[in-house]
Protein backbone atom coordinates (compact mmCIF):
# COMPACT_ATOMS: atom_id res chain seq x y z
CA UNK A 1 0.00 0.00 0.00
CA UNK A 2 1.12 3.52 -0.98
CA UNK A 3 1.31 4.69 2.78
CA UNK A 4 4.23 2.32 3.69
CA UNK A 5 6.74 2.68 0.74
CA UNK A 6 9.35 4.93 1.49
CA UNK A 7 10.82 6.14 -1.44
CA UNK A 8 14.19 4.78 -0.69
CA UNK A 9 12.97 0.91 0.03
CA UNK A 10 11.05 0.77 -3.20
CA UNK A 11 11.85 -2.67 -4.66
CA UNK A 12 10.07 -5.04 -7.62
CA UNK A 13 8.33 -1.70 -8.67
CA UNK A 14 8.80 0.13 -11.86
CA UNK A 15 10.27 3.92 -10.59
CA UNK A 16 9.29 7.16 -12.51
CA UNK A 17 13.05 7.79 -13.06
CA UNK A 18 16.38 5.59 -12.97
CA UNK A 19 20.15 6.43 -13.20
CA UNK A 20 21.86 5.53 -16.11
CA UNK A 21 26.14 5.05 -15.49
CA UNK A 22 27.76 3.41 -18.56
CA UNK A 23 30.02 0.96 -16.24
CA UNK A 24 33.19 1.78 -18.55
CA UNK A 25 33.28 5.00 -16.43
CA UNK A 26 34.98 3.02 -13.78
CA UNK A 27 37.73 2.32 -15.85
CA UNK A 28 38.04 5.79 -17.93
CA UNK A 29 37.95 6.90 -13.81
CA UNK A 30 41.06 5.04 -12.82
CA UNK A 31 43.31 6.02 -15.18
CA UNK A 32 42.27 9.86 -14.31
CA UNK A 33 43.20 8.73 -10.94
CA UNK A 34 45.88 7.38 -11.30
CA UNK A 35 47.36 10.26 -13.79
CA UNK A 36 46.97 12.32 -10.29
CA UNK A 37 45.36 15.19 -12.53
CA UNK A 38 41.74 15.58 -10.94
CA UNK A 39 41.91 19.56 -11.05
CA UNK A 40 40.19 21.04 -13.54
CA UNK A 41 42.29 19.71 -17.15
CA UNK A 42 43.21 17.68 -19.99
CA UNK A 43 39.68 15.68 -19.66
CA UNK A 44 37.46 18.77 -18.53
CA UNK A 45 38.72 20.28 -22.18
CA UNK A 46 38.00 17.54 -23.86
CA UNK A 47 34.44 17.47 -22.20
CA UNK A 48 34.06 20.91 -23.62
CA UNK A 49 35.33 19.82 -27.15
CA UNK A 50 32.59 17.48 -27.05
CA UNK A 51 30.05 19.53 -26.13
CA UNK A 52 30.94 21.73 -28.88
CA UNK A 53 30.96 19.73 -31.39
CA UNK A 54 27.80 17.90 -30.67
CA UNK A 55 25.66 21.04 -30.45
CA UNK A 56 27.38 22.70 -32.90
CA UNK A 57 28.72 25.70 -30.49
CA UNK A 58 31.02 28.13 -30.83
CA UNK A 59 31.91 27.94 -26.87
CA UNK A 60 31.49 25.49 -23.92
CA UNK A 61 32.29 26.16 -20.28
CA UNK A 62 32.48 23.00 -17.81
CA UNK A 63 30.66 24.00 -14.66
CA UNK A 64 30.19 22.11 -11.04
CA UNK A 65 26.04 21.78 -11.96
CA UNK A 66 23.28 23.27 -14.09
CA UNK A 67 22.32 25.82 -10.70
CA UNK A 68 25.95 27.03 -11.43
CA UNK A 69 25.91 27.35 -15.09
CA UNK A 70 22.12 29.18 -14.62
CA UNK A 71 23.80 31.15 -11.95
CA UNK A 72 27.14 32.08 -13.94
CA UNK A 73 24.96 33.20 -17.25
CA UNK A 74 22.95 35.55 -14.98
CA UNK A 75 26.11 37.27 -13.49
CA UNK A 76 27.94 37.08 -17.03
CA UNK A 77 25.01 39.06 -18.51
CA UNK A 78 25.60 41.45 -15.63
CA UNK A 79 21.89 40.75 -13.65
CA UNK A 80 22.24 42.45 -10.57
CA UNK A 81 19.94 43.93 -7.28
CA UNK A 82 16.67 45.62 -8.49
CA UNK A 83 16.28 43.49 -12.11
CA UNK A 84 13.84 41.62 -13.51
CA UNK A 85 13.84 38.20 -15.24
CA UNK A 86 11.03 37.00 -17.15
CA UNK A 87 11.00 33.05 -16.06
CA UNK A 88 8.30 30.09 -16.52
CA UNK A 89 6.86 29.57 -13.25
CA UNK A 90 6.82 25.99 -14.32
CA UNK A 91 10.05 23.99 -13.35
CA UNK A 92 12.46 22.90 -11.45
CA UNK A 93 13.33 25.86 -9.00
CA UNK A 94 16.55 26.34 -9.70
CA UNK A 95 15.66 28.15 -12.63
CA UNK A 96 14.39 30.77 -10.32
CA UNK A 97 16.58 30.85 -7.17
CA UNK A 98 19.53 31.28 -9.28
CA UNK A 99 17.71 34.88 -10.44
CA UNK A 100 16.83 35.34 -6.71
CA UNK A 101 20.56 34.41 -5.63
CA UNK A 102 21.81 37.67 -8.23
CA UNK A 103 19.63 39.65 -5.90
CA UNK A 104 17.24 40.32 -8.79
CA UNK A 105 13.00 39.91 -9.17
CA UNK A 106 12.27 36.81 -11.00
CA UNK A 107 8.51 37.77 -12.96
CA UNK A 108 7.09 35.00 -13.94
CA UNK A 109 4.90 34.83 -17.36
CA UNK A 110 2.32 31.91 -18.11
CA UNK A 111 2.87 28.73 -19.25
CA UNK A 112 1.24 27.08 -22.64
CA UNK A 113 -1.18 24.26 -21.43
CA UNK A 114 -0.28 22.21 -24.13
CA UNK A 115 3.65 21.55 -23.97
CA UNK A 116 4.18 23.30 -20.62
CA UNK A 117 6.74 25.34 -21.78
CA UNK A 118 6.64 29.41 -21.16
CA UNK A 119 4.31 31.26 -23.90
CA UNK A 120 6.01 33.80 -26.19
CA UNK A 121 3.10 35.92 -25.93
CA UNK A 122 3.21 35.99 -22.18
CA UNK A 123 7.02 36.99 -22.10
CA UNK A 124 6.42 39.92 -24.35
CA UNK A 125 3.72 41.09 -22.09
CA UNK A 126 5.86 41.29 -18.99
CA UNK A 127 8.99 43.02 -20.50
CA UNK A 128 9.46 46.76 -18.84
CA UNK A 129 12.60 48.37 -18.68
CA UNK A 130 13.69 46.75 -15.16
CA UNK A 131 13.86 43.35 -17.43
CA UNK A 132 17.36 42.29 -17.52
CA UNK A 133 17.09 38.72 -19.20
CA UNK A 134 14.94 36.38 -20.27
CA UNK A 135 14.60 33.02 -19.20
CA UNK A 136 12.88 29.65 -20.95
CA UNK A 137 13.36 26.08 -20.30
CA UNK A 138 12.71 23.45 -22.68
CA UNK A 139 10.20 21.36 -20.74
CA UNK A 140 10.48 17.73 -20.50
CA UNK A 141 13.36 18.30 -23.11
CA UNK A 142 10.12 19.36 -25.75
CA UNK A 143 11.32 22.48 -27.17
CA UNK A 144 10.08 26.08 -26.85
CA UNK A 145 9.06 28.06 -29.79
CA UNK A 146 12.71 29.01 -30.11
CA UNK A 147 12.35 31.42 -32.65
CA UNK A 148 9.54 33.71 -31.84
CA UNK A 149 11.08 34.13 -28.27
CA UNK A 150 14.47 35.12 -30.03
CA UNK A 151 13.12 37.59 -31.54
CA UNK A 152 11.44 39.02 -28.91
CA UNK A 153 14.67 39.07 -26.96
CA UNK A 154 16.30 40.61 -30.25
CA UNK A 155 13.49 42.94 -30.80
CA UNK A 156 13.82 44.11 -27.16
CA UNK A 157 17.86 43.60 -27.14
CA UNK A 158 16.92 41.68 -23.80
CA UNK A 159 19.42 38.43 -23.56
CA UNK A 160 18.09 35.04 -23.69
CA UNK A 161 19.20 32.58 -21.27
CA UNK A 162 18.25 28.67 -22.11
CA UNK A 163 17.86 26.87 -19.50
CA UNK A 164 18.56 23.11 -21.43
CA UNK A 165 18.62 20.99 -18.09
CA UNK A 166 16.19 18.94 -19.62
CA UNK A 167 16.93 19.24 -23.67
CA UNK A 168 20.33 17.42 -23.56
CA UNK A 169 20.25 16.03 -27.09
CA UNK A 170 16.77 17.71 -28.26
CA UNK A 171 16.56 19.46 -31.77
CA UNK A 172 14.01 22.59 -32.75
CA UNK A 173 14.14 22.72 -36.62
CA UNK A 174 16.86 20.63 -37.48
CA UNK A 175 19.27 22.69 -35.16
CA UNK A 176 20.44 20.85 -31.36
CA UNK A 177 19.10 22.49 -28.54
CA UNK A 178 22.56 24.45 -26.73
CA UNK A 179 23.52 25.69 -30.61
CA UNK A 180 21.32 28.59 -30.96
CA UNK A 181 23.36 30.78 -30.36
CA UNK A 182 21.59 32.15 -27.21
CA UNK A 183 23.06 31.52 -23.66
CA UNK A 184 22.72 27.48 -23.33
CA UNK A 185 22.80 26.14 -19.49
CA UNK A 186 22.87 22.22 -19.47
CA UNK A 187 22.75 19.80 -16.29
CA UNK A 188 24.25 16.64 -15.41
CA UNK A 189 22.54 15.52 -12.16
CA UNK A 190 22.15 12.17 -11.39
CA UNK A 191 18.55 11.74 -13.55
CA UNK A 192 19.81 13.10 -16.95
CA UNK A 193 20.25 11.74 -19.64
CA UNK A 194 23.83 12.00 -19.74
CA UNK A 195 25.14 12.51 -15.77
CA UNK A 196 28.43 12.51 -14.21
CA UNK A 197 26.58 12.84 -10.99
CA UNK A 198 26.90 16.86 -10.82
CA UNK A 199 27.67 18.89 -13.43
CA UNK A 200 26.82 21.61 -15.92
CA UNK A 201 28.04 22.97 -19.11
CA UNK A 202 27.11 26.62 -21.14
CA UNK A 203 27.43 26.83 -24.58
CA UNK A 204 27.27 30.21 -26.73
CA UNK A 205 28.38 31.83 -29.77
CA UNK A 206 29.69 35.22 -28.65
CA UNK A 207 33.86 35.47 -27.52
CA UNK A 208 33.21 37.82 -25.50
CA UNK A 209 30.43 36.15 -23.52
CA UNK A 210 32.51 32.83 -23.39
CA UNK A 211 35.32 34.99 -21.89
CA UNK A 212 32.86 36.39 -19.44
CA UNK A 213 31.34 32.80 -18.29
CA UNK A 214 35.26 31.85 -18.23
CA UNK A 215 36.03 33.95 -15.46
CA UNK A 216 33.02 33.92 -13.70
CA UNK A 217 33.33 30.49 -12.93
CA UNK A 218 36.55 30.46 -11.04
CA UNK A 219 37.34 33.56 -8.89
CA UNK A 220 37.18 35.90 -11.95
CA UNK A 221 40.06 34.45 -13.32
CA UNK A 222 39.77 33.33 -16.87
CA UNK A 223 42.35 30.12 -16.51
CA UNK A 224 42.92 29.94 -19.88
CA UNK A 225 44.23 33.53 -20.50
CA UNK A 226 45.93 33.73 -16.67
CA UNK A 227 49.53 34.45 -17.10
CA UNK A 228 51.82 31.81 -15.80
CA UNK A 229 54.60 33.53 -13.10
CA UNK A 230 56.75 31.36 -12.09
CA UNK A 231 57.02 32.68 -8.21
CA UNK A 232 53.04 33.54 -8.18
CA UNK A 233 50.07 31.48 -9.50
CA UNK A 234 47.71 34.58 -9.56
CA UNK A 235 49.36 37.57 -10.05
CA UNK A 236 46.86 39.51 -11.85
CA UNK A 237 43.80 41.16 -10.72
CA UNK A 238 40.46 39.14 -10.94
CA UNK A 239 38.25 39.84 -13.69
CA UNK A 240 35.40 41.07 -11.01
CA UNK A 241 33.98 39.11 -8.69
CA UNK A 242 33.17 35.54 -9.63
CA UNK A 243 32.61 31.73 -8.17
CA UNK A 244 34.15 28.33 -7.36
CA UNK A 245 32.30 26.81 -9.84
CA UNK A 246 34.06 25.02 -12.02
CA UNK A 247 34.09 21.35 -12.99
CA UNK A 248 36.81 19.00 -12.07
CA UNK A 249 38.89 16.29 -14.16
CA UNK A 250 37.12 13.19 -11.87
CA UNK A 251 33.59 14.88 -13.00
CA UNK A 252 34.38 15.63 -16.69
CA UNK A 253 36.16 11.66 -17.42
CA UNK A 254 32.36 10.37 -16.32
CA UNK A 255 30.69 13.11 -18.05
CA UNK A 256 33.01 12.34 -20.95
CA UNK A 257 31.39 9.15 -21.25
CA UNK A 258 27.99 9.52 -20.63
CA UNK A 259 28.38 12.34 -23.59
CA UNK A 260 30.19 9.58 -25.72
CA UNK A 261 27.05 7.21 -24.90
CA UNK A 262 24.44 9.58 -26.03
CA UNK A 263 23.03 8.46 -28.67
CA UNK A 264 22.21 5.43 -27.54
CA UNK A 265 20.37 6.72 -24.68
CA UNK A 266 18.44 8.65 -27.14
CA UNK A 267 17.94 5.57 -29.52
CA UNK A 268 15.95 3.73 -26.59
CA UNK A 269 13.93 6.89 -25.00
CA UNK A 270 12.77 7.55 -28.27
CA UNK A 271 11.41 4.22 -29.24
CA UNK A 272 9.49 4.23 -25.53
CA UNK A 273 8.48 8.01 -25.84
CA UNK A 274 6.78 6.83 -29.45
CA UNK A 275 5.58 3.71 -28.10
CA UNK A 276 3.77 6.02 -25.57
CA UNK A 277 2.22 8.37 -27.92
CA UNK A 278 1.03 5.95 -30.24
CA UNK A 279 -0.81 3.66 -27.63
CA UNK A 280 -1.99 6.53 -25.11
CA UNK A 281 -3.02 8.54 -28.09
CA UNK A 282 -7.04 9.17 -28.10
CA UNK A 283 -7.57 8.82 -24.49
CA UNK A 284 -10.37 10.18 -22.71
CA UNK A 285 -9.23 11.10 -18.80
CA UNK A 286 -5.74 11.14 -20.13
CA UNK A 287 -3.58 13.69 -22.31
CA UNK A 288 -0.55 13.86 -24.13
CA UNK A 289 1.53 16.82 -24.60
CA UNK A 290 1.78 18.41 -27.52
CA UNK A 291 4.78 17.35 -29.14
CA UNK A 292 5.22 19.28 -32.64
CA UNK A 293 6.52 18.37 -36.30
CA UNK A 294 9.36 20.92 -35.95
CA UNK A 295 11.14 19.86 -33.02
CA UNK A 296 12.54 16.72 -31.66
CA UNK A 297 12.06 15.54 -28.24
CA UNK A 298 14.43 13.67 -26.39
CA UNK A 299 11.80 12.20 -23.72
CA UNK A 300 13.53 13.15 -20.64
CA UNK A 301 10.65 12.96 -18.65
CA UNK A 302 7.37 12.33 -19.48
CA UNK A 303 4.39 14.52 -18.49
CA UNK A 304 0.79 13.46 -19.19
CA UNK A 305 -2.76 15.59 -18.07
CA UNK A 306 -4.62 13.32 -16.51
CA UNK A 307 -8.15 13.96 -15.01
CA UNK A 308 -8.15 13.28 -11.24
CA UNK A 309 -4.54 13.35 -10.47
CA UNK A 310 -4.40 12.01 -7.07
CA UNK A 311 -7.05 9.26 -7.75
CA UNK A 312 -4.54 8.36 -10.56
CA UNK A 313 -1.69 8.16 -9.24
CA UNK A 314 -2.97 6.27 -5.92
CA UNK A 315 -4.07 3.27 -8.53
CA UNK A 316 -0.81 3.37 -10.60
CA UNK A 317 0.84 3.06 -7.21
CA UNK A 318 -1.29 0.44 -5.94
CA UNK A 319 -0.47 -1.08 -8.36
CA UNK A 320 3.40 -0.81 -8.39
CA UNK A 321 4.20 1.47 -10.92
CA UNK A 322 5.65 4.98 -8.79
CA UNK A 323 4.15 7.79 -10.80
CA UNK A 324 4.96 11.30 -9.71
CA UNK A 325 4.58 15.39 -9.91
CA UNK A 326 7.96 16.57 -11.37
CA UNK A 327 7.79 20.58 -10.16
CA UNK A 328 5.54 22.45 -7.74
CA UNK A 329 4.32 25.65 -9.25
CA UNK A 330 7.37 27.86 -8.31
CA UNK A 331 5.03 30.72 -6.95
CA UNK A 332 3.71 28.25 -4.68
CA UNK A 333 7.05 28.78 -2.69
CA UNK A 334 7.13 31.73 -0.31
CA UNK A 335 10.54 32.73 -1.38
CA UNK A 336 9.08 33.89 -4.92
CA UNK A 337 6.55 35.87 -3.26
CA UNK A 338 2.94 33.90 -2.84
CA UNK A 339 0.97 32.26 -5.95
CA UNK A 340 -0.01 34.45 -8.83
CA UNK A 341 -3.90 33.66 -9.69
CA UNK A 342 -3.42 35.01 -13.37
CA UNK A 343 -1.15 32.09 -14.49
CA UNK A 344 -4.40 30.83 -15.87
CA UNK A 345 -2.57 27.63 -17.75
CA UNK A 346 -0.68 27.25 -14.88
CA UNK A 347 -3.03 27.01 -12.55
CA UNK A 348 -5.11 24.06 -14.45
CA UNK A 349 -1.45 22.56 -15.07
CA UNK A 350 -0.45 22.28 -11.92
CA UNK A 351 -3.42 20.30 -11.38
CA UNK A 352 -3.36 17.89 -13.53
CA UNK A 353 0.13 17.05 -14.69
CA UNK A 354 1.83 13.92 -14.16
CA UNK A 355 5.16 11.88 -14.76
CA UNK A 356 4.77 8.46 -16.57
CA UNK A 357 7.74 6.34 -16.13
CA UNK A 358 10.88 6.73 -18.89
CA UNK A 359 14.10 5.57 -18.64
CA UNK A 360 16.41 3.19 -19.48
CA UNK A 361 16.09 0.52 -16.62
CA UNK A 362 12.01 -0.40 -18.43
CA UNK A 363 11.92 -3.53 -20.49
CA UNK A 364 9.20 -4.27 -22.50
CA UNK A 365 6.77 -5.86 -19.47
CA UNK A 366 7.25 -2.77 -17.85
CA UNK A 367 6.22 -0.74 -20.39
CA UNK A 368 3.19 -2.47 -21.57
CA UNK A 369 2.21 -2.59 -17.84
CA UNK A 370 1.95 0.63 -17.65
CA UNK A 371 -0.02 1.05 -20.92
CA UNK A 372 -2.48 -1.52 -19.35
CA UNK A 373 -2.77 0.36 -16.34
CA UNK A 374 -3.28 3.61 -18.22
CA UNK A 375 -6.13 2.74 -20.76
CA UNK A 376 -7.34 0.87 -17.49
CA UNK A 377 -7.69 3.80 -15.31
CA UNK A 378 -9.04 5.72 -18.52
CA UNK A 379 -11.83 3.33 -18.78
CA UNK A 380 -12.60 3.59 -14.80
C1 LIG B 1 14.87 22.75 -15.45
C2 LIG B 1 16.02 22.65 -14.51
N1 LIG B 1 16.83 23.71 -14.36
C3 LIG B 1 17.90 23.66 -13.55
C4 LIG B 1 18.20 22.53 -12.83
C5 LIG B 1 19.37 22.53 -11.90
O1 LIG B 1 20.36 21.64 -12.29
P1 LIG B 1 21.39 21.04 -11.21
O2 LIG B 1 20.65 20.08 -10.36
O3 LIG B 1 22.42 20.38 -12.07
O4 LIG B 1 21.93 22.18 -10.47
C6 LIG B 1 17.40 21.39 -12.96
C7 LIG B 1 17.73 20.17 -12.23
O5 LIG B 1 17.07 19.19 -12.22
C8 LIG B 1 16.27 21.45 -13.83
O6 LIG B 1 15.47 20.41 -13.99
Known amino acids: ?36 WINTGPKEKKFRELIKKRFKAKYAVATNSGTSSLRCALASIGVKNGDEVISTPYTWLATNTAILEQGAKPVFADINYDDLNISADEIEKKINKKTKAIICVHYAGNPVELD ?52 GAITCNDKNMYEKLQSKIWYGFNKEKKKIDFLNPVSENPDGLGFKMNMNDIVATFACVA ?24 LSKVKLLNYKIDRKP ?41 INKNLKNLNKVDKDVILLPIHLGLNKRDINRIIELVHKFDKS
Open 1 to 36: MINNKLDYKIENEIRTWNVNIPMRVIGELKKTIKSK
Open 259 to 282: MEELDKSLKKRKIIGEIYRKELNN
Open 148 to 199: KIKKISRDHKIPLIEDCAHAMGSEYKGVPIGGSGSICCFSFQCVKIVTCGDG
Open 298 to 338: NYQIFPVHVQNRTKFAKFMWNNNVQVNINNRRNDAYSIFGG
